[in-house]
């Protein structure tokens, strides 16, 4: 076999499995037979992950393997490197985005973008230097002068490594990325275990997708009710975190693709248990569901009632239903439950509760977080809350 077919073989088996260390360490001593230096690096950072060794050995292979990386870097990087290494240029639209990366066993395994600007995802597309990528953050696609920079992604075929995406900055409140082909992103990335899309304008056919290793799933600004739609993915059996919030993202609108509108958003509570909450709650594929946030003021009082009867509390260990319009009555029919006791911690905040309805959800000896309330009781000030 040639040394090109090995080559090939053993990125195929890294690309299936990156922790597959044995085609780490055979991939390493090819290269390293050929005279490719990143063959000594991989053997090197493969050798530091034993923390066995002495403290001696340890030292010296690290500085080796700094070395060889600060030697060879620029050359490993390819044509990412002009983004990746050097400093943005001093102007109103930098050439080089805030990024940072991680090198891992001798690839590019991970992304964190903070603006994205088309000149680095064209560039980002073609890059067979992110074959082996394991993480991508995208977090502010909304330059001023920027126009759809995600695009140019669509044509990347390296995507299919990738286990963790997110779109949109976790560390931000408001929306500060277009989510509108979002999907087609996902689609790509047949190996994904965790999404944290934090985006306006995320289809409805996002839910509708085979996730079948997705372990964690956020979604925020959701302009749609999506529970009808997860219940009915059966796909869905690994995932043990869901957080979704139904909100507005403050971005101007743009005309909708009618093939991406989910289903619009019930008037009242009531009709949200029937029509969105009831399935979700009774869907089979979710047995290890552990967190599970909803965040939509349309869930209130009912939809604790629902949650309560419906079992789930026998299995998750965190519930967060904040800005829901909770009410007393909603808490006293969560604190019925002998369910609840089972959870570790209950997120209430942003509610309307008074502090009996808190004590009440209190008595079942689990962490509640309560912050921020605002009612009828708070009298004579409303503005004021709990904190």
């Keep these: 076999m040639s040394v090109k077919s090995q080559r090939e073989m053993l990125e195929a088996a890294i690309a299936a499995d990156f922790d597959d260390l044995a085609a780490h360490a055979a991939y390493a001593d090819l290269l390293a037979e050929s005279g490719d230096p990143r063959g000594e690096y991989i053997q090197l950072r493969l050798a530091l992950e034993d923390q066995n060794q002495s403290p001696r050995l340890l030292r010296e292979w690290e500085e080796r393997a700094t070395a060889l990386l600060r030697r060879h870097e620029r050359d490993w990087l390819g044509s990412l490197a002009p983004f990746l290494l050097d400093r943005p240029r001093p102007t109103v639209e930098p050439v080089a985005p805030n990024i940072e990366f991680t090198f891992r066993r001798g690839w590019v395994a991970e992304l964190d973008v903070q603006d994205v600007r088309h000149a680095f995802t064209t560039v980002l597309a073609r890059a067979p230097e992110i074959r082996m990528l394991q993480a991508l953050t995208l977090r502010n ?202 959870l570790e911690w209950l997120d209430v905040g942003a509610n309307r509760l008074t502090p009996a309805g808190v004590a009440r959800l209190q008595e079942a000896e689990i962490r509640v977080q309560w912050d921020s309330q605002w009612g009828e009781y708070l009298q004579p000030d409303r503005d004021d809350v709990i904190v």
């Design 141 to 342: 696609t909304g330059g001023p002068i920027e126009s759809g920079p995600l695009e140019s992604l669509l044509t990347c075929p390296y995507f299919g490594t990738v286990k963790s995406f997110a779109l949109g900055d976790p560390e931000a409140y408001l929306c500060s990325a277009n989510g509108s082909i979002a999907v087609s992103l996902v689609q790509k990335m047949t190996q994904l275990r965790e999404l944290d899309l934090r985006a306006y304008g995320v289809g409805a056919r996002l839910f509708a997708q085979p996730l079948p290793h997705v372990r964690s799933l956020h979604v925020d600004f959701l302009g749609f009710a999506p529970l009808r739609a997860l219940a009915e993915n059966a796909s869905l059996t690994n995932l043990e975190r869901l957080f979704l919030w139904v909100r507005e993202a403050a971005v101007p609108p743009e005309r909708p693709d009618p093939t991406e509108v989910g289903e619009p958003l019930p008037q009242a509570p009531d009709e949200f248990a029937a029509a969105e909450l009831r399935p979700f709650l009774a869907a089979p594929q979710f047995g290890r569901l552990t967190t599970l946030a909803l965040r939509t003021e349309l869930l209130g009082d009912v939809g604790c009632a629902e949650i309560a009867q419906s079992g789930v509390l026998r299995r998750l260990t965190r519930l967060d239903l904040r800005n829901c319009g909770i009410t007393d009555a909603g808490a006293e029919a969560l604190a019925r439950s002998q369910d609840l006791g089972h």
